[in-house]
């Protein structure tokens, strides 16, 4: 599993998200993809932050990447 870290979106950044993480085939998000969100407002999200990024668990799956976004 290949992390690819990017800046996040506008439409993103709009919404109050300040982490995604997205589980991929390929180097982009595809449609079809899962993308979870962490929000400014989320009493956790240093806790699902740290949960997103360890990707471990996937590392035999038929993901390769795992596209991370943050400010």
Not at 23 to 49: A, G, M, P, R
Request: charged share 35%.
């Amino acid at each position: 599993m290949k992390k690819i870290y990017t800046k996040l979106t506008e439409e993103q950044k709009k919404r109050g998200v300040i982490f995604s993480s997205c589980l991929s085939v390929y180097k982009t998000e595809q449609l079809n993809d899962t993308i979870h969100e962490v929000f400014i407002t989320d009493k956790d999200k240093d806790e699902k932050i740290r949960r997103l990024l360890d990707d471990s668990f996937f590392n035999k799956s038929h993901f390769k990447f795992n596209i991370v976004r943050n400010l």
